[in-house]
């Protein structure tokens, strides 16, 4: 057993930092802030040059490049179809990957390590918003369970490190992120992909109505994957504790409102239809980000404005982003 012995501290600019994901949507938002923020020795592999879940490669990789800090944004990431569909390779796939990656950075004695989890480890029936003290307190959304107790066990892994080694390794749970570089695949993709990618498709078809499933009343929170990234380096500098911490913005939109925007973004001016025979899903789902706040980081662009960005970046990327 061991004290961790963290000061809040830039990280030093010039050490090996591995972003494991770093071709991802948060992974790449991190890679473009270090980069920003003048880091010069970024590691990354796809998962072509390193399958994280094999385990004798993961273990070469750290004896090679000896990472000082590590961030852990790779995972296999999908919709409700696809958790609920292929609950096994939600679990098996992102323990492998965790273990693999937190196992070896363990034996290399990485300084900081950064796990990335989601608000899905929440209890289906907590109270909303959603505080960092429900974890483990009640039954989860059965449609994602695999992937939720998969990064449950990865939260507690890091508290395992911290105890047992005194390392001072964090955990953060994003809300709902979007921005460059997401999934806006028709049948993978998260509710704001999919809007934009439908909005412009039926401006550029000249669609005079577009059908949305369900009511649109219920309410979601959507963060900036760019802030999502800020938020990330902002907490490896300046927070250590085994409790994981919300990242968000604290507010939600319905999305019927949400919809419109991304209608307004797209230039899209047909109708916009409601089919309420559709099911509606969690009526709310808002993070409670005061741990963070208190820790002195808010978000910082406003929704309207990142639609507008993103919808930007679709069209630019038409011909590379994933199908
Ligand atoms: N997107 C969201 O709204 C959201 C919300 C909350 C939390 N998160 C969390 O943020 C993390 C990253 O999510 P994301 O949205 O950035 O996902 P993503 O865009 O699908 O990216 C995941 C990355 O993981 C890599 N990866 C997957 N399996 C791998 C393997 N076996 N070996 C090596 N690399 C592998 C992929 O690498 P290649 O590209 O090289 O194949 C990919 O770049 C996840 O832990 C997720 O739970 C995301």
Not at 135 to 152: C, F, M, Q, S
Request: aromatic residues 8%; charged residues 25%; proline residues 5%.
């Amino acid at each position: 057993m061991s004290e961790s012995t963290f000061e809040p501290a830039p990280l030093d600019r010039s050490a090996s930092f591995y972003v494991a994901g770093h071709r991802g949507l948060v992974g790449s938002a991190i890679w473009r802030k270090l980069q920003a923020e003048g880091f010069e020795n970024l590691v990354g592999r796809t998962s072509s040059e390193l399958d994280l879940k094999d385990r004798e490669a993961v273990f070469r990789f750290f004896e090679t490049e000896k990472p000082r800090y590590v961030v852990l944004a790779a995972a296999k990431v999908g919709g409700i179809l696809a958790n609920n569909t292929y609950p096994v390779d939600f679990l098996s796939e992102n323990l492998r990957i965790q273990v693999n990656v937190m196992d070896a950075a363990l034996q290399h004695g990485v300084e900081r390590l950064l796990f990335l989890g989601s608000s899905c480890i929440y209890p289906k029936l907590a109270p909303q918003p959603l505080k960092e003290e429900y974890l483990l307190t009640g039954h989860l959304e059965p449609t994602n369970d695999a992937y939720a107790i998969a990064k449950i066990s990865g939260i507690l892994q890091v508290q395992a490190v911290r105890r047992q080694y005194g390392l001072p390794w964090i955990s953060a749970m994003p809300t709902n992120l979007y921005g460059p570089g997401d999934n806006f695949s028709p049948n993978g993709s998260h509710v704001l992909p999919a809007l934009i990618r439908r909005y412009e498709e039926a401006r550029l078809a000249g669609a005079e109505s577009v059908t949305n499933w369900g009511t649109g009343s219920p309410q979601r929170e959507f963060l900036h994957v760019d802030d999502m990234a800020e938020a990330c380096l902002h907490l490896l500098e300046h927070y250590d504790g085994p409790e994981q911490v919300n990242v968000g913005v604290g507010k939600d939109v319905s999305i019927k409102d949400l919809a419109h925007l991304v209608a307004d973004a797209a230039g899209y001016t047909g109708s916009i239809e409601w089919d309420t025979t559709k099911p509606d899903g969690t009526p709310r789902k808002l993070m409670d980000v005061s741990k963070l706040n208190a820790l002195g980081w808010k978000a910082g662009i406003e929704l309207e404005d990142g639609i507008r960005s993103t919808v930007a970046w679709f069209r630019e990327h038409q011909d590379d982003f994933r199908h």
